[in-house]
């Protein structure tokens, strides 16, 4: 694996949490905004948390695209 | 006797194997804290007490985040080569994760106060939160652990790296579904 590619693991892995930072801040405002009801919306950027987890931390797709 | 070996493609496939085998392990966690989150809206609906601490659960939310993001840096500095990046960054993991550890410990303080293990919500936080703390506690054992042995032994190999940080990072998936489900939801 080349330098380029350490660099743009690097920086995926800077995007992907900026991305969760971001989407656990508008889940606080969400749950502050909707003092009832507010289920599906936060449950829905909760399944988007751990999919960009899931998928750009933990490389899930490792296990049908082998790769290495 | 002759002995038995191996054919040569097996230990080829070697790292998909462990990988698999810790993805099965990954699922059957899964099933048992998707048991205690059921639990808790089969219990107690979506209440929520107005003491519960929203702002310190953000916090810790974000040193976790923080954290799997040095560990995944740990992790592909040990797959470049790369050292001293992986030692910095596991220590850094090592560092968040305690702080973590401890927010949930201040946490707990706050909760047996206001709402203890008695009260139906107390017993489902206390649990929730009790399992996801004991992860918590062995995902830093097991990254201290592979940290000192390739200190130690000034091994290369990368599978222990691999294994012990998609361990802490599934940590932070259970984490980003408990915090919404004790603290946000209502």
Same mark, same amino acid.
């Given at each position: 694996m080349s330098t380029a590619d350490y660099a743009t693991e690097q920086k995926t892995g800077v995007i992907a949490f900026v991305a969760l930072v971001v989407l656990k801040i508008v889940e606080y405002a969400v749950a502050v905004a909707m003092p009832?009801?507010? *289920?599906l919306p936060i449950a829905a950027l909760a399944v988007v948390d751990g999919w960009i987890i899931l998928k750009y *931390? !933990?490389? !899930?797709?490792q296990l049908w695209h082998s790769e290495e | 006797m002759t002995a038995i070996t191996a054919p040569s493609h097996h230990a080829g496939n070697a790292l998909a194997t462990n990988r698999l085998g810790l993805w099965l392990f990954i699922l059957s966690e899964t099933f048992l804290f998707a048991a205690l989150v059921s639990s808790r809206y089969y219990i107690d609906g979506v209440f929520r007490p107005q003491e519960l601490n929203q702002v310190l659960g953000l916090a810790i939310s974000m040193v976790l985040l923080l954290s799997s993001l040095t560990a995944y840096k740990a992790e592909i500095a040990a797959a470049h080569g790369d050292k001293s990046a992986y030692a910095r960054n596991t220590v850094l993991t090592l560092a968040l994760g305690g702080i973590f550890a401890v927010g949930v410990g201040m946490e707990w303080v706050e909760a047996f106060t206001f709402? =203890? =293990?008695?009260v139906a919500f107390g017993s489902i936080f206390f649990t929730l939160t009790g399992f996801h703390a004991f992860h918590v506690l062995s995902g830093l054992a097991i990254l201290f652990i592979v940290y000192m042995r390739r200190r130690n032994t000034q091994q290369s190999g990368y599978w222990g790296v691999e294994g012990a940080v998609k361990y802490w990072h599934f940590v932070d998936v259970v984490w980003v579904v408990i915090y919404p489900t004790l603290y946000l939801v209502s």
């Open positions: 009832s009801g507010s *289920f *931390f !933990m490389h !899930m797709p | 709402f =203890p =293990p008695q």
